[in-house]
């Protein structure tokens, strides 16, 4: 499948929400509150940042169909500014089919033309084994994990992997 990354725009948002609003109201992947209004989740997902270099993108298909959607920024101000992180999404419909990959990929290159050193992920929740196997393929580590401060609703209590990749 063919699949392009590209800057996300306003426009964009009414095809993100639907899978932002099904992958946080399932509880088992992402942190972010479950109650996010519409509107608060817009701003969290595009402008994941105040900082100028933040970026959100957006993976179309061949007839600029949304299938996925990141967001990328500095993972802390000031002295950690070196560090960047970023989240994703893509849509179940499109899981499998390197999706995900390609934002990885488009986001560790943009990680490296704007010059940070490191890239950082701060709570990749350790039961979501198909995130941790693509980080880990695309040269990620898992620097360590944080027990029990994940509440999945189906297995309990899970922990959250931080995880970390240099970059050249």
Do not use: C
């Amino acid at each position: 499948m063919s699949v392009e990354i590209r800057n996300a725009t306003a426009d964009d948002w009414p095809a993100i929400w639907p899978f932002f609003h099904e992958i946080v109201s399932a509880r088992e992947t992402y942190t972010y509150d479950p109650a996010l209004t519409e509107e608060q989740a817009r701003a969290l997902w595009m402008s994941p940042s105040s900082s100028p270099v933040a970026r959100t993108t957006v993976a179309v298909d061949a007839d600029g169909t949304v299938l996925g959607s990141a967001n990328m920024y500095p993972n802390r101000p000031g002295p950690g500014a070196h560090v960047a992180s970023a989240s994703f999404m893509v849509d179940g419909k499109a899981r499998g089919r390197g999706v995900g990959r390609a934002l990885g990929e488009d986001m560790i290159a943009w990680a490296g033309r704007t010059g940070f050193r490191s890239i950082q992920f701060n709570a990749v929740v350790e039961t979501n084994e198909p995130a941790v196997h693509l980080w880990q393929a695309l040269g990620f580590r898992i620097a360590g994990t944080v027990p029990e401060t994940f509440d999945h609703p189906k297995l309990g209590y899970v922990g959250l992997h931080v995880m970390y990749r240099p970059l050249p």
